[in-house]
């Protein structure tokens, strides 16, 4: 015979709650006068609204809500605990179970509600909820009901406690993730510096003189000799010693006058108060070294300036240290400074027609290169002739990843102040004021569906994504893109950086967070294909975790009805 059939044909005795249990109200009791212990404290809510160092009951309790919100809120304790504004319920007839008797108060659980009195605070009164009936099956059936019931509740609790364990394991594993996606730890530009007699070997010229230099020179003749300026001879083998003759490539230092360096890929020699630059170090291209010394020749002139003649020694070069990145990035940085037209045209990058303002354009790009080279982070530079988003594109493409600040590379929009009156409590466009709750909903919107916002007031440092067209208000800052920065990217990185935005929160009675602190947050810009591929991997997490956030309260909704109708089946005697 199951339960529900022994149920139907057991006896059963009807009693009003009076007649069999003990309703004993509280002690008033106030966090004031509380002192410091272990001991919940039962009051008006739906949990402890303390804790009390002591106790006025024990054992297994009912514990029915006073008053409040909550009042006729039924709760079972096992404990030792402190019963204030609510009342106890114990059974003094040893043929009711406690436990059982909790499952039954649950199953009348809104006739409890329903007790309340009062128009201010409402109440629930003792002596009201002595009146209950209650169905008195034997013991044993009473155990079996209990039984049941408790298993079902363990389902419930069990699957909140395994669920909300796996959802905080999914949280933490997509904030790994995002925050390694967005490290770029192995990927990110790195660089060693380095004194030049460090990576290059130095070379001598050969003793000549500015005549003999003329008198010696033969148009097409294998071997230049290269003066101070543009002044050069070419002449034959044979017309100076051979062991001054070089046909390594080198870099020439013209140390006198005007500080120039020239770069030599046939036979050559130079006059001896010059030196030269070769390199059989396979991890650097001597082409970037000439680059960089001659993006630094204002260095170098500065030194020679303050020389009684101009000119600098071979210990200002020998001791000037170069930043050396990996072998690709300087073959990199040579392929663009010397293709320019070639490597731009590639990356789409536009080039002024005229020459003038290619120039520009070139020097610019350099400029830019092997500053970034140096200090590994983007320097913003507005130039009114191009988009910065061209010298951008061009650094990702020689370094990869790049460092920047957010007002760098984006534009934080303020949002456009509307007052409650203007709201609906219902349509299609949100307005977003002082959190990611719409504030009310507007007939029209400011910003465009797949726009990051961040809050800045209120719930300062909150981040937003909006999928829909909306309103952003005056504490809302929207981030306008330029075409090689994915808006949805910039809502990781921002997430990811919440924490430090939230900690410059200015704390006030409304705590604000500025521009600048969003503009000034640093962060790693890839290309935009890298930028689409984190975004498509982080969004798979974010169903993975919302499916199973979703998918949660379903799930314990469907146990705990489960539990009910089992309790209403359980409990379902007929007088």
């Known amino acids: 015979m199951n339960i529900l059939e022994e149920i139907q044909n057991c006896p059963v005795e009807w009693k009003d709650l009076g007649e069999v249990v003990f309703l004993k109200r509280g002690k008033t009791i106030t966090s004031k006068t509380a002192t410091d212990g272990p001991y919940p404290v039962i009051s008006g809510g739906q949990k402890p609204a303390y804790f009390h160092g002591d106790f ?19 709760m079972y304790w096992n404990e030792p605990i402190f019963v204030s504004d609510a009342f106890s319920i114990k059974p003094f007839d040893k043929m009711l179970s406690t436990k059982y008797l909790y499952h039954y108060l649950l199953e009348k659980q809104g006739i409890l509600f329903s007790l309340k009195k009062g128009s201010g605070v409402p109440h629930v009164y003792p002596k009201d909820v002595s009146r209950i009936s209650i169905p008195i099956p034997p013991l044993e059936i009473q155990e079996k009901i209990v039984q049941k019931l408790d298993k079902m509740t363990e389902y419930v609790t069990e699957l909140t406690s395994e669920l909300t364990s796996e959802l905080t394991s999914r949280k933490k594993q997509y904030s790994y993730y995002r925050d390694k996606l967005l490290s770029f730890e192995d990927e990110v530009y790195q660089v060693e510096w380095k004194m030049l007699s460090e990576c290059l070997k130095k070379g001598k010229g050969t003793k000549i003189t500015a005549g003999q230099m003329k008198l ?107 930043p050396v990145p990996s072998l690709e990035i300087q073959s990199r940085i040579v392929q663009v400074l010397d293709n320019f037209d070639k490597v731009c045209n590639a990356l789409n990058i536009g080039l002024p ?26 320097t913003e530079s507005r130039v009114e002739e191009w988009d910065n988003s061209a010298i951008i594109k061009l650094l990702q493409w020689v370094f990869g990843p790049i460092r920047v600040k957010v007002g ?121 294909t890298e930028q689409v591929r984190i975004v498509s991997t982080l969004d798979n997490f974010n169903t993975l975790t919302n499916s199973l956030s979703e998918g949660l309260p379903k799930e314990i909704e469907l146990r705990q009805k489960q539990y009910e109708y089992w309790r209403e089946q359980l409990l379902n005697f007929t007088r």
Request: charged share 25%.
């Open 56 to 74: 006025n009951r024990e054992g297994e309790t009912i514990t029915v809500a006073g008053s409040g919100a909550y009042a006729g809120f039924v």
């Open 408 to 528: 760098q590379v984006v534009n934080l929009q303020r949002g456009k102040r509307l007052v409650r009156k203007q709201l609906t409590t219902s349509g299609s466009v949100p307005v977003y004021q002082n959190s990611l709750a719409p504030l009310g909903y507007y007939t029209e919107s400011n910003r465009v569906k797949n726009t990051s916002f961040v809050i800045c007031a209120g719930a300062a440092g909150e981040i937003g994504y909006s999928t829909v067209d909306f309103w952003a208000a005056d504490d809302v800052y929207t981030l306008e893109t330029s075409d090689n920065i994915s808006d949805k990217f910039m809502y990781y990185v921002l997430l990811s950086k919440q924490d430090r935005l939230k900690s410059q929160v200015r704390k006030a009675s409304i705590p604000r967070l500025s521009k600048d602190i969003i503009d000034k947050v640093t962060f790693y810009l890839p290309s935009l």
């Open 353 to 378: 027609k005229e020459i003038e303002l290619r120039q520009k354009q070139y020097e610019y790009f350099r400029e830019k290169l092997l500053t970034f080279v140096a200090e590994g982070e983007y």
């Open 216 to 322: 010696l020179h033969k148009d097409g003749a294998p071997i230049r000799i290269f003066a101070g300026g543009k002044t050069y001879a070419d002449v034959n083998y044979g017309d100076i010693p051979d062991k001054d003759i070089h046909t390594e490539e080198a870099i020439i230092v013209k140390s006198r006058g005007i500080i120039d360096f020239e770069y030599c890929t046939k036979p050559f020699s130079f006059k001896n108060e010059f030196w030269s630059y070769s390199s059989d170090n396979e991890n650097i291209n001597l082409r970037y070294i000439y680059h960089y010394l001659v993006h630094n020749k204002e260095h170098f002139q500065n030194i020679a300036n303050n020389m009684q003649m101009p000119q600098i020694s071979s210990n200002d070069t020998e001791k000037f240290k170069i």
